[in-house]
C-alpha cells in the first residue's frame, strides 16, 4: 500500500502530467467543454498495492458519441505468471502476459493520455487506486484526475437501483444494469469489452440525467469525484 507521507521526487513525466492535468474543471463547465474517457483494468486481485494489473483498455467519448476506432488497450508484461480465481474471469493467463508490454511504458502513455481527462468507470475508484499506485511507484506521480462512477450514477438514473436506506446495500454491479437494461454482454470481464460496454451505459445515463433535468448538463451534474 502507497505511504502517502512519503515523499518520493517527481520524474520529468510526472511533471508533464502535473502541467498537462491543470486544476480540476469547475462544476459550472458544461460537459461538452470536458474530456472523457471511460477506462477498466484487469488485475490479479482487489488488493492494491500487492495484486497488479494484467490489462487496460481505454476509451474517449462524450455524453452523446463513441468512437470505437479510438479504443486503446494494452497487456502489462509480467515475468511471474499468476494462476489464480481471477484468471477464471478475466481468462489472461501468464502466456499472454509474457508477451505484453513493459509496465513503465504503459504508464508513461497513460501518463499521457490520461492528462487532463475526466475518467469514467464501473467503480472506478479500484481502477484509480491501481492507477495510482502504478504512476507513484514508477514515475513519482498522484493521479490527479476527476472520476465518475457509473455504478453511483445508475444509482440515481435508474429506478430499479436507487437507494432504499438499507444499510448495507451496495451500488449495483456492470451485470446487474447490462441484465437490467438488455446491454448485451459481449467479451464481459475483459478490458476492451468492459469499456465498451460502460461507455454505452455512461451514454444512456447522461441522456437520463438530462431529459431528468429538461436542461444541458454541466460537471456538477455528473458528480466527479477524486482520489483521497
Not at 462524450?62 to 486503446?72: A, E, R
Not at 493467463?93 to 513493459?102: A, F, N
Not at 451500488?171 to 454505452?200: N, Q, V, W
Amino acid at each position: 500500500m502507497l505511504n502517502f507521507f512519503s515523499k518520493k521526487k517527481l520524474t520529468p513525466e510526472a511533471k508533464e502530467y502535473y502541467d498537462l492535468s491543470g486544476k480540476p474543471l469547475a462544476g459550472s463547465t458544461p460537459v461538452s467543454e470536458a474530456s472523457f474517457v471511460v477506462l477498466d483494468t484487469e488485475t490479479t486481485g482487489f488488493n492494491v498495492g500487492s495484486d497488479k494489473m494484467l490489462s487496460i483498455a481505454y476509451l474517449p467519448v462524450t455524453t452523446d458519441i463513441i468512437t470505437p476506432s479510438q479504443m486503446k488497450s494494452m497487456i502489462f508484461y509480467r515475468k511471474e505468471g499468476v494462476i489464480n480465481e481471477a484468471v477464471k474471469i478475466h481468462g489472461i493467463l501468464p502466456s499472454d502476459t509474457l508477451e505484453g508490454t513493459d509496465e513503465a511504458d504503459i504508464v508513461r502513455v497513460l501518463l499521457q493520455d490520461l492528462a487532463g481527462k475526466i475518467i469514467i468507470g464501473h467503480h472506478i475508484h479500484f481502477d484509480a487506486r491501481m492507477l495510482n499506485e502504478a504512476f507513484y511507484r514508477i514515475f513519482g506521480a498522484r493521479l490527479k484526475n476527476q472520476l465518475i462512477d457509473t455504478a453511483l450514477m445508475a444509482t440515481k438514473e435508474i429506478e430499479a437501483f436507487h437507494k432504499t436506506g438499507y444499510a448495507n446495500q451496495r451500488p449495483p454491479l456492470l451485470d446487474d444494469i447490462c441484465r437490467h437494461l438488455d446491454i448485451s454482454m459481449k467479451d464481459r470481464h475483459t478490458a476492451t469489452g468492459d469499456t465498451y460496454i460502460t461507455s454505452e451505459l455512461f451514454i444512456y445515463l447522461c441522456a437520463k440525467r438530462k431529459n431528468r433535468l429538461q436542461r444541458p448538463l454541466t460537471l456538477a451534474d455528473l458528480q466527479p469525484t477524486r482520489l483521497k
